[in-house]
């Protein structure tokens, strides 16, 4: 029922009004088609950008790995060397070549179970300290190399990190560790130095603190994560993911998980360059299917206009008939309308030609009633005389 209804005030419309319809219907597929190929345009714009933040974090996390790898083989080097060494000695133990083959180790120490410091390269963490901190009870009940969250440096400004591998016994029980304090600033500089200045690369502990980052490090290194951001960022462990960084700006984030740190790397880069050349394109598309639209309902108003033309004129020329019955059309225009003019004109004709026929009847036959001898009598259904015409009566 409704289809039908729609058809027929489809069809009661104006030609005007219907050109305009089928110019709509003909771009309507066009629109859909460049509207497909935006979205398009869209995935894989935001394909290449995560494959390119992944490939970052992939590339940084492999760094990082490969220093924690070389510096947790240096430890156990040291361990295996305090092994062999009286604990309890610190004049035995001469770790300071280690600051000279090792840049990013600012210290090296050994520490027996209870936390007691004895070595270091340096001046060392009061015993007290160390043992109330968290990464050192974690650090002395580690069974394996162990590595800390960001920790301030010690006797001077910045941030470091600390490598702790255990000291064993002959018989394999943990006697004490080994202990290297690392500068963060450096590491992270050496880290960050491929990464592309677009894409930002914070590496963030295990407690949503900031260890790395690849753009202005001194400003964020060693802060805590805004809480909405770190809620934000929780969950995600090896995926990708949009979310807000530390100055609001959208990005398209990848991020790992350090297998032996727990650290998570995080590579983004702003929402809005990715897809800024695809937005600039359909900003484009736009104005050009603007254009195509405007100039498309003009030039079919145009031909409607033309089309409307001669049937405007026929309509006068039918209206001019009606009161003139010998006018004829002359109009000139599509065949079309020329045909229905012709059709018109020739029914008018016919109708004249019957309009002179009849006249000479009706003439003929007042003629006969005129002239004739016998009573006429004209009747009507039921029989009864209506008239009677008689030249005698």
């Known amino acids: 029922m409704l289809p039908s209804k729609l058809t027929t005030g489809f069809h009661q419309r104006s030609i005007a009004v219907r050109l305009m319809s089928l110019v709509l219907y003909t771009l309507l597929p066009v629109a859909m088609l460049m509207a497909w190929f935006f979205n398009h345009d869209l995935d894989l714009s935001r394909q290449a950008a995560y494959a390119n933040v992944t490939s970052t974090a992939h590339g940084v996390a492999a760094q990082i790995d490969a220093t924690l790898l070389d510096h947790e083989l240096l430890l156990k080097a040291l361990a295996l060397d305090a092994r062999a060494q009286n604990l309890h000695k610190a004049d035995r133990f001469d770790f300071k070549h280690v600051l000279r083959t090792h840049s990013l180790v600012v210290a090296v120490g050994v520490r027996d179970l209870a936390g007691r410091n004895i070595y270091a390269t340096g001046q060392p963490l009061p015993d007290r300290v160390f043992q109330e901190s968290n ?12 590595v800390s969250d960001i ?11 600390y490598l702790t591998y255990p000291i064993r016994d002959a018989r394999g029980a943990r006697t004490g560790l080994v202990y290297a304090e690392m500068d963060l600033a450096a590491w992270s500089i050496r880290v960050m130095a491929g990464v592309s200045q677009n894409i930002a690369v914070p590496v963030i502990d295990r407690n949503d603190r900031i260890l790395m980052r690849s753009g202005e490090p001194e400003a964020f290194i060693g802060k ?8 934000s960022m929780r969950d995600k462990v090896d995926k990708t993911f949009v979310a807000s960084d530390v100055s609001g700006i959208p990005r398209l984030f990848a991020v790992l998980t350090q297998p032996k740190s727990g650290w998570r790397v995080f590579a983004g880069v702003p929402q809005r360059e990715v897809f800024a050349e695809t937005i600039a394109d359909r900003k484009i598309i736009i104005l050009v299917g603007l254009s195509t639209l405007i100039f498309s309902l003009g030039f079919g108003w145009f031909r409607a206009a ?18 003139d019955h010998q006018y004829r059309s002359s109009i000139r225009g599509p065949l079309e309308v020329e045909k229905v003019a ?28 005129k002239n004739a001898r016998e009573v006429i009598f004209l009747v009507d259904a039921e029989g009864r005389i209506v008239e009677a015409l008689s030249n005698e009566v």
């Not at 990464?135 to 162990?146: H, I, K, S, T």
């Not at 920790?151 to 470091?160: E, I, L, T, V, Y």
């Not at 805590?224 to 809620?231: G, I, Q, R, S």
Request: proline share 4%; charged share 20%; glycine share 6%.
């Open 306 to 323: 033309t089309i409307r033309r001669p049937i405007a004129q026929l309509e006068s020329d039918v209206a001019r008939m009606m009161g």
């Open 135 to 146: 990464w050192g009870r974690l650090a002395l009940n580690a069974q394996e190399f162990y």
């Open 151 to 161: 920790q301030p440096a010690h006797g001077k400004q910045g941030w470091s990190v």
């Open 224 to 231: 805590t994560m805004p809480k909405n951001v770190a809620d």
């Open 342 to 369: 012709f059709g018109l004109n020739t029914l008018l004709d016919q109708l004249e030609c019957q309009y002179r026929d009849r006249l000479a009847l009706t003439e003929h036959y007042a003629s006969m009633l």
